[in-house]
């Protein structure tokens, strides 16, 4: 056995793991026998919100007969037995590695063999993939569409390694034909997501696209520093941002392929001859 037999001797099934304290999300003690009410959500629920993931979709990936205590867990180093989309055999993980980890042992074995190899860098669409798109994310690609054409069917790319257990990662803006992806971030309602925890991740996401031959441009709202050496630090979305990343996409990549993806009729389509009609 190896170190995550500990995790799961101290991981008893009761709601909560026994404590008398209630969070915001409703997960814990259930509200008679709550000693101490938590105004923000169950670390479990914040780790959710932070990878993109619902209770949902991390329901369905526990193995049977630990799906009820799974829906009340409210400890991210809780230790559960997973099943492998892929129909391999099943895994014992805490909460924090079936969603942050390599996940399945034999799929991270085939993410790395020479066949996967070859695909990684490519692009293409993952049905049900995202759960929750910020309005500021929509907002972003919206007025980076008036600008340049982007794709509507792809929305991840594979990789050579795993991410989050998965030969993939799913950017929030993904141009094939530059290999760049967007990446907007901003600390979120309660001020945490983006940071510690996420930051490392993002880092991760990163050296996962440049290994096959991706760059990543983020935007960091809201008071987050630079990430990476393509970042636009920013208070908010706005036209000035999406000037500032048609000037790095043209830096990255040369003027004549970002000219050949301008819409005819924008700012950059009218000064620019490369621009198709
Ligand atoms: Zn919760
Ligand atoms: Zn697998």
Redesign the pocket.
Known sequence: MDSRSAGGQANRAEPGGGTSVRFRCGHGAVPGEARITIQRDCPLCMLLAETKRSRAQLLRKVAGGRRTALAAETRIGASYEWI?E?G?SRFEATVREALTGSG?P??RANAAAPAARLEGGVPYMKPGLKTRTSMTEQRLRLLLGERIRLPHRVNAVKISRTFYGKPEVWPDIIIPALKIAIEYDDPGRDGTAHRGLKEASDREKDAALAEVGWEVIRVRAGGLDELGPHSIVCPGVSGAVVDRIIALLREIRGDGAVGRLLITGSAEADVDTGAEA
């Open positions: 492998c892929r391999h399945c034999k799929c």
